[in-house]
Antibody
């Protein structure tokens, strides 16, 4: 069964850094582009970042550009999101999603930015 | 960015009755390849989102056939033919035609 599992969330102070991971299994990870999508508590969905299967194409939402870096390691079937200069409004559940059109989602990992 | 506007934002429905959610985009969602990249997602309480429909009307594997999608250009609809208790949750439309991908605000479906 195809699945993606996020990890790495936690409590971090404003201005801090955190690295999220997403492990894919049950499918050929290196055939698929991947995304990060986040959801602030009680709010809707916000697309964060996209990476193509070969890492040749990368996009970011304006709200995270310059602070977040998406990457992947196809040999390890893994996707990452390095987050720096975290702000209160980055507090959210972070989901990884498979494919450009988000056919498969993980259960999410919660990032809380607070002093 | 393309703005996706859903209505209604709250939808109380009676079990066994139909339900309909509208999603309108601020620009045409027809891509240069002729496809329209409009998807619908369901998020049950306490769960992560799940895609129901892609490219306006294509149901994902395992999605009950009581769910259907229709529409074109800037105007789209998700219909549930007969609402069941497990359909409670928030439904989002999303466009993938233009960068960045954008979601509607969400429509909360609840049982009357």
């Amino acid at each position: 069964e195809a699945q993606v599992v996020e990890s790495g969330g936690g409590l971090v102070q404003p201005g801090g850094s955190l690295r999220l991971s997403c492990a894919g299994s049950g499918f050929n990870f290196n055939d698929y582009s991947m995304n990060w999508v986040r959801q602030a508590p009680g709010k809707g969905l916000e697309w964060v970042s996209y990476i193509s299967s070969s890492s040749g194409t990368i996009y970011y939402a304006d709200s995270v550009k310059g602070r977040f870096t998406i990457s992947r390691d196809n040999a390890k079937n893994s996707l990452y999101l390095q987050m720096h200069s975290l702000r209160d409004d980055d507090t959210a559940m972070y989901y990884c999603g498979r494919g450009k059109y988000l056919a498969l989602w993980g259960q999410g990992t919660l990032v809380t930015v607070s002093s | 960015d393309v703005v996706m506007t859903q209505s209604p934002l709250s939808l109380p429905v009676t079990l066994g009755q139909p339900a309909s959610i509208s999603c309108r985009s601020s620009q045409s969602l027809v891509y240069s390849d002729g496809n329209t990249y409009l998807s619908w997602f369901q998020q049950r309480p306490g769960q992560s989102p799940r895609r129901l429909i892609s490219k306006v009307s294509n149901r994902d594997s395992g999605v009950p056939d009581r769910f259907s999608g229709s529409g074109s250009d800037t105007d789209f609809t998700l219909k549930i033919s007969r609402v069941e208790a497990e359909d409670v949750g928030v439904y989002y439309c999303m466009q993938g035609t233009h960068w960045p991908p954008t979601f509607g605000q969400g429509t909360k479906v609840e049982i009357k």
